[in-house]
């Protein structure tokens, strides 16, 4: 199957700080990516659609300046996490979708963020 | 997308076939059925797709009923490292939307 990487896997920072995590699709064009997070025990949410040349889709309740998406070309997409607070802890997992197999949507390793 | 509806957990001991049931009794005709999987702390892992005919990959298998109301995954000769949480989802390619997770069946696979 096709495959997905993010970028770094694991990040520790401060409260206050902006974190950068890059979403790549390796063997394919994804002109579309979408960006999930999911608290410990849940499922994952729908934070927002990213697609190419275009600015995100935000799902309700989520802050589109504090999740800053730019998805700058047809493998990569960047999710930049803005003045980060302990509440932003949480595992974000991005996903593409490739269109030469029948639409099928192709997720990566997740990042696991914890801000002190 | 149709509303899934799954068992919240299954036991399956190793070396057996695990079967997960689904019910997308809404479903529509142009809506596929997907499975995915989610073990700790890793994205989710894409295992198959189809539409009416049933479907077999070197992941699994999925069976899905001739009135499309419902479906089952077959993982068969189960291993430890299947136990995760899985995932059914109802959902026309094309339509431009993420996938929907709902809560899942957690799947123990014990020795």
């Known amino acids: 199957g096709a495959v997905v990487s993010q970028h770094p896997s694991r990040v520790i920072c401060k409260s206050g700080t902006s974190v950068k995590i890059e979403c790549r699709s390796l063997d394919f064009q994804a002109t579309t990516m979408f960006w999930y997070r999911q608290f410990p025990k849940q499922s994952l949410m729908l934070m927002a659609t990213s697609n190419e040349g275009s600015k995100a889709t935000y799902e309700q309740g989520v802050e589109k300046d504090k999740f800053l998406i730019n998805h700058a070309s047809l493998t990569l997409s960047t999710l930049t996490v803005t003045s980060a607070h302990p509440e932003d802890s949480s595992f974000y997992i991005c996903?593409?979708?490739?269109?030469?197999?029948?639409?099928?949507?192709?997720f990566g390793p997740g990042t696991r963020l914890t801000v002190l | 997308d149709a509303k899934t509806t799954q068992p919240t957990s299954m036991d399956c001991a190793e070396g057996r076939a695990a079967n997960l049931p689904c019910n997308h009794s809404?479903?529509?005709?142009?809506?596929?059925v997907y499975w995915y999987r989610q073990i700790h702390s890793q994205g989710p892992q894409y295992i198959i797709h189809g539409l009416k005919n049933n479907e077999t990959n070197e992941m699994a298998s999925l069976i899905i009923t001739e009135d499309r109301k419902s479906s089952t995954l077959i993982r068969p000769h189960a291993t430890l490292r299947d136990t995760a949480v899985y995932y059914c989802i109802a959902r026309s390619p094309g339509s431009g939307y993420a996938l929907n997770f709902g809560k899942g069946t957690s799947l123990l696979v014990t020795p």
């Open positions: 809404t479903i529509s005709g142009n809506e596929y």
């Open positions: 996903s593409a979708r490739d269109y030469g197999t029948r639409d099928t949507q192709y």
